[in-house]
């Protein structure tokens, strides 16, 4: 029911999260010390905010080959601390919403979809096929060049509730209490005759703030951009999925030397990228260095482990500020072992088909 649009995707993970640290929310409100429940394999501005702000993130493993959050360790996890759950669904690959919103129903936990690489993805959950980011609490989307439809920079942030609705445009547009679009004055009728806080009554209401809030709104431009592709949007993610699905059929006789990607169980991705995880006496590095040599762009599924990174150096040195449940042993092997490729709409069957070649090739070099 409501969008509320942002300069990025991580700007819209940042607002999501701090929407859900609003006094508006009670006793659901996320305070400092509080827990999330995430994943370490991704990109690191899923789990960034909770940090910054002071919440505990509890690191839970992946499944290969979806690459999603491992829901048989969710009640492990849970604590009379955790507030959320906030997690991505990796490369397009919707998670287990089933599962994952079974879980937060049954802890009066929020959810937070981070659909900044799954964009136009669906799934099926209680018998009706929804489109990811809008079966939890909040979803946030990122409009980057290279993602699903771009508005050159740009991201969103959407809820069907209207108190988060509130929160998040509070968050984004400086903290402020007004809810009047800029360039617009005293919709409510009431604009200098309320008490706020310990401000003198009639105090003008469009410069009082209920929150400390931050400026992520996006320009006029960036959103006209946006409005053009969302025509041609549904061309795209097709193409991505011919592009996955040709890909997929390609390379389907090494499957003996990599692993391949396969969708989450009641799901229509929506593909970002192919992910590819080698197996036992193949060399990542090399592989990787052999496609690069010949024209093909890799990547890393973004931090691997983000737990690993110079980022974390103090946090592992002192054992605070999160904890891990269990043990990480498949986002270890996604960091050492993992790779991928894009499906761009824009590439062409032969394009395609020389990636796999080269994919190929280099396996068995």
Known sequence: ??????????????????????????????????????????????????????????????????????????????????????????????????????????????????????????????????????????GTSSFYPPHHMTMGEGGAVYTNNALLNKCIRSFRDWGRDCVCPSGKDNLCGHRFDKQYGELPLGYDHKYVYSHFGYNLKATDMQTAVGCAQLEKFPSFVERRRHNFDRLRAALADIEDKVILPVPCDNSRPSWFGFLITVKEGIDRKAVVEYIENHGVQTRNLFAGNLIKHPCFDEMRATKEGYRVVGTLDNTDRIMRDTFWVGVYPGMTDEMIDYMAKTIKEAVNQ
């Open 1 to 138: 029911k409501y969008v509320s649009v942002v300069n990025s995707g991580s700007s819209a993970n940042l607002n999501a999260f701090m929407a859900l640290t609003s006094p508006l929310l009670g006793d659901r409100r996320i305070k400092r010390g509080d827990e999330i429940i995430t994943v370490a394999a991704g990109f690191p501005t899923t789990v960034t905010p909770a940090i910054q702000y002071g919440a505990v993130p509890v690191f839970v493993d992946v499944t290969i080959p979806q690459y999603n959050i491992d829901v048989t360790k969710l009640e492990e996890a849970y604590s009379d601390k955790t507030k959320a759950v906030m997690i991505a669904h990796t490369l397009g690959n919707p998670f287990d919403l089933s599962a994952v919103k079974e879980f937060c129903d049954k802890h009066n936990l929020w959810l937070v979809e981070d659909n900044c690489d799954a964009l136009g993805s669906k799934y099926t959950i209680n018998g009706e096929e929804k489109f990811t980011g809008t079966i939890g609490d909040i």
